[in-house]
């Protein structure tokens, strides 16, 4: 058996005496497209952050691309790519400036950056502007590029389509596939219910805590609901 | 003198090189809520910006309760509630502190505003003296929100509000927005959730800085040009692509568990489209598809309408 890109164990966060998120417990496989919902406020940034060596665990433990995300910080941050909820590329500096800069941080050498620059501004179409002109739906691109730049095996993508235009965001749903297809695992939030239907599985969070778990179509037939959409209305926020 | 709420004639603003706005013209009736959509760079914000005075029109004009928005700048923005795209909160101050700042630039405070702002606020107030910047993305926009509300404006001028917020608390916010437009306020609002254009009354399309059209939002799908098909199937990455090969696809799309395919042939039955495809499906190895004929939304329209060269079939 392969090992997980993803495994957690009762991980849990609790800042003063609330507790952001509550022993959560899941896997993801290599290669998977995984869907982490939730309502406002449930814990998704919270446990992203402490996936990917951001944010120290308050106990549990858990291990990304087989590292331990406390004590092995520094090979995760290799072995990761991750796109904020807020935008995460410098606005004030060019394309190919921040691509270089983020190249350095991910440890690629001068060779390799100058090499991906260019296949990078060829496939999105870009021109070496300001990243603070482009249109929104392009900038995100351009992060989730710039976030598989060093070929991560597992990528933390939190609400990369949050306020992007409906082709923009299919388009973006298409890159999420081609580097699924390409091995690279896929860890995403979203706020939009059709984009869950994209997903390998997902699960729900409430409260800090993962209220359920699996495929898109496992998960409507369990609860009886006719889309992900209904499935979040009926758990998201318990009555 | 139009005793339109929003009244618009042939509104131009430059940036440069840049036409943002170009020849933009509409009217929103008192108590109306009138949704924009269109793709980033669309020219909403701009438009937003003009709308509430912060941005002034190279050409054209406009006026907001029928005050000019060049010469009655101040009186207008006394009267509008305006929430930005890009909404500034106070970090170091808790959720209260900024709801309290907001309503006393005002000349108001929280509880004179309350019951506008209660079905949004309500989702936070038990974190109310928790610091901004502690709060989740949605949590900001919601408190946003209430910012932009707990002044009991005349207007709303909403740029993208539901950014970030989850599934549930949008349907809830515009079951708020109906009961604001109910009691007479206008709302001017735009989205990028194409559930939510369903919602308003009616809706512009805008691209490239003009309006493409302007209708309820329920007859922007009759219009579409082409036929439509639904398909549903396993592997359905493979099936997209494999379906934009097809001879005569025009578009494909994946809209949640379907895939929308449209016809390159205008007038053709869609029945005969699903049947053709369901024999090409089968001829590239997809068995098991399922395609129906359906009826074209907002949603296909919208897509129709704007420019994606990386989409098209060639
Ligand atoms: N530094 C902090 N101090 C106190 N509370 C915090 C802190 N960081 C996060 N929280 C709280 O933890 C909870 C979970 O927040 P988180 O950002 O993980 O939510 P989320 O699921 O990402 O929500 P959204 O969909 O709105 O982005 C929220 O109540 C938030 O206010
Ligand atoms: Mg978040």
């Keep these: ?239 | 003198m139009s005793n339109a709420a929003v009244a618009v004639r042939g509104v131009g603003k430059r940036f440069g090189e840049t036409e943002a706005l170009t020849d933009v013209s509409f009217e929103a009736r008192h108590g109306e809520l009138f949704g924009l959509v269109g793709p980033d760079g669309a020219g909403k914000t701009t438009l937003f910006r003009v709308l509430t005075t912060f941005l002034l029109p190279d050409a054209g004009s406009a006026t907001v309760l029928g005050l000019d928005v060049v010469r009655d700048l101040w009186a207008i923005r006394a009267r509008v509630g305006y929430m930005p795209g890009r909404f500034s909160l106070y970090g170091d101050l808790t959720v209260a502190e900024n709801l309290s700042f907001f309503a006393s630039v005002f000349g108001t405070t929280i509880e004179e505003g309350y019951d506008l702002i209660a079905p949004i606020y309500r989702q936070i107030e038990s974190f109310s003296g928790r610091r901004a910047d502690a709060l989740s993305g949605g949590m900001k926009q919601k408190l946003a929100l209430s910012c932009a509300l707990v002044h009991r404006p005349d207007i709303l001028f909403l740029d993208e509000p539901t950014t970030g917020v989850d599934a549930v608390s949008r349907s809830e916010f515009w079951d708020q927005l109906h009961t604001l437009r109910e009691s007479g306020l206008t709302i001017v609002v735009s989205t990028p959730y194409m559930d939510e254009a369903m919602r308003c009354d009616r809706v512009a399309l805008m691209q490239g800085g003009r309006i493409l059209e302007i209708d309820p939002p329920g007859e922007i799908g009759s219009r579409y040009p082409l036929p439509l098909v639904a398909v549903t199937g396993a592997d359905r990455y493979r099936l997209l692509l494999s379906l934009r090969k097809a001879p005569h696809a025009h578009a494909v799309y994946p809209f949640g568990s379907e895939l929308h395919y449209t016809d390159n042939r205008a007038g053709l039955d869609p029945g005969e489209v699903a049947s053709e495809l369901r024999d090409y499906a089968r001829g590239q190895g997809f068995g098991d598809v399922e395609i129906t004929a359906i009826a074209a939304g907002i949603e296909d329209s919208f897509m129709e309408l704007m420019p994606a060269p990386v989409q098209r079939a060639s």
């Design chain 1, 1 to 239: 058996m392969t090992e997980p890109a993803i495994a957690v164990r009762d991980l849990t966060r609790r800042f003063g005496g609330f507790t952001a998120v509550d022993s959560i417990s899941f896997d993801v496989a290599p290669g998977e497209v995984f869907g982490f919902l939730g309502a406002n406020g449930a814990g998704k940034t919270t446990a992203i952050r402490m996936l990917i060596g951001l944010l120290a665990p308050t106990s549990g433990e858990a291990r990304v691309a087989g590292f331990d995300v406390v004590k092995q910080t520094e090979q995760i941050r290799h072995q990761i790519g991750y796109m904020s909820q807020r935008f995460s590329l410098y606005e004030d500096l060019t394309v190919l400036e921040n691509i270089a800069l983020y190249g350095g941080i991910y440890g690629l050498g001068a060779e390799q950056i100058a090499e991906r620059s260019s296949a990078m501004l060829q496939s999105l179409g870009l021109a070496d502007d300001l990243v603070g002109r482009l249109p929104l739906g392009r900038k995100q691109k351009l992060a989730f590029s710039v976030a598989l730049l060093h070929e991560p095996a597992v990528v933390f993508l939190d609400e990369p389509t949050g306020g992007v235009d409906p082709i923009t965001r299919r388009q973006f749903w298409e890159l999420i596939y081609a580097a699924a297809e390409g091995g690279t695992t896929v860890f995403v939030t979203t706020h939009y219910m059709d984009e869950a239907e994209y997903c390998d599985r997902i699960s729900i969070m409430v409260d800090g805590r993962i209220v359920t778990l699996g495929t898109p179509q496992e998960l409507k037939s369990k609860w009886d609901v006719p889309t992900i959409d209904a499935l979040f209305v009926k758990l998201a926020r318990p009555a």
